[in-house]
């Protein structure tokens, strides 16, 4: 388990009854959390699945300068953290033809939301990555799981100041993504109920999806 707080990572191991390793790395620092997964693949051997779901959300303003900072750094974590993540086990999988790789998105990627312009942008960039890497892992026998959920009751939407139409519970929402996992789904989103949602926000006409998006609540902007 990789995460920048040691604390709670630790707390998160001591309620496990199962062993575990943490690692306390950020997972846009390409060379640190590299060398992690060295010392986790020596200690542990190479794992079946790999999990990358870490990410960070906040409101931008792409007209205001001080918030390209930000853009980079929600870009830093919510994409380049999941290439950094997958990449030092790539080789491996494919040397013995097997392996799992899971990469966490959002519906927030499907189409642009105002305000929210970083978030939007990272999360649809890494959907057409893992789509990617889905279809070069192909031949290898190598499964890539995409999973776009809408609202989880997590720090990150605590502070959404607006209702959020079909929010999760974190342990019904870890429960869905087990599932969906298990199935070796290519991509999904959860809960089915977004999903409805997510389809129709790739079947509106950029017009209508302007109008409608334009009256949207926007999140509080904040450096990260």
């Known amino acids: 388990m990789v995460g920048r707080r040691k604390a709670l990572l630790e707390k998160l191991q001591r309620s496990l009854n199962t062993p575990s390793t943490i690692y306390t790395v950020d997972v846009s620092d390409e060379h ?4 992690a997964i060295e010392r986790h693949i020596k200690k542990m051997g190479v794992p079946d699945i790999v999990i990358a779901n870490a990410g960070v959300s906040t409101g931008t303003l792409n007209s205001e300068k001080e918030d390209l900072v930000t853009f980079k750094r929600v870009i ?6 999941v290439m950094h993540t997958f990449l030092p086990f790539m080789h491996t999988f494919k040397k013995r033809k097997s392996g ?11 189409r642009g939301l105002p305000g929210s312009g970083a978030y939007s942008a990272s999360k649809a960039a890494l959907m057409n990555y893992l789509e990617s890497l889905r279809i070069e892992m192909l031949p290898f026998n190598i499964q890539v799981t995409t999973i776009a959920p809408g609202y989880i009751k997590t720090p990150m939407t605590h502070s959404n100041p607006y209702a959020m139409p079909f929010i999760l519970e974190v342990d019904k929402a870890a429960r869905l993504f087990i599932k969906a996992i298990n ?24 017009s209508v999806w302007d109008f409608l ?5 926007k999140k509080l902007r904040a450096m990260i």
């Not at 790789?101 to 499907?110: K, L, N, Q, R, T």
Request: charged share 20%.
């Open 100 to 110: 799992q790789f899971v990469g966490i998105s959002s519906v927030a990627g499907i």
């Open 183 to 206: 199935r070796k789904e290519k991509f999904i989103i959860i809960p089915w109920q977004m999903n409805i949602v997510g389809k129709l926000m790739r079947l509106l006409p950029a």
């Open 32 to 35: 640190q959390l590299h060398h």
């Open 213 to 217: 998006a334009k009256r949207g609540p």
């Open 76 to 81: 830093d974590i919510n994409l380049y953290g």
